[in-house]
């Protein structure tokens, strides 16, 4: 599985960006996939999480950071992952990434854990000036 994100840029403070995964190899189709993002001189943090359905999603799981201001969604047939960031604080400045966890199931505060994917993307920057 190889996994690409992108989108990423510089937007001020209150503008919004739209981040995309694209995913290769089959084990998409099931799987829970996420975004976390590393701000510089910080660990990665966890940001939202999305389970597969028979459709193009299922549940969701925000940080509480983010809630309210950001939408996971996927579109299955296209391998597709995506991340509707509106509001955009300076804070949010960060490398975004995008990963994979290959077990089936809903998702929940067990998702914050980066330890529970098992495949990542190589991280696409987002800068929020203030």
Known sequence: VQLQASGGGLVQAGGSL???CAASG???SKAVMGWFRQAPGKEREFVAA???SNGNGGNTYYADSVKGRFNISRDNAKNAL???M???KPEDTAVYYCA???AFGRVGPWSRSALKYDYW???TQVTVSS
């Open 82 to 84: 995506y991340l509707q």
């Open 100 to 102: 994979l966890d290959r």
């Open 86 to 88: 509106n509001s955009l």
């Open 18 to 20: 739209r981040l995309s």
């Open 50 to 52: 999305i389970s597969w």
């Open 26 to 28: 089959r084990t998409f």
């Open 121 to 123: 993307g190589q991280g």
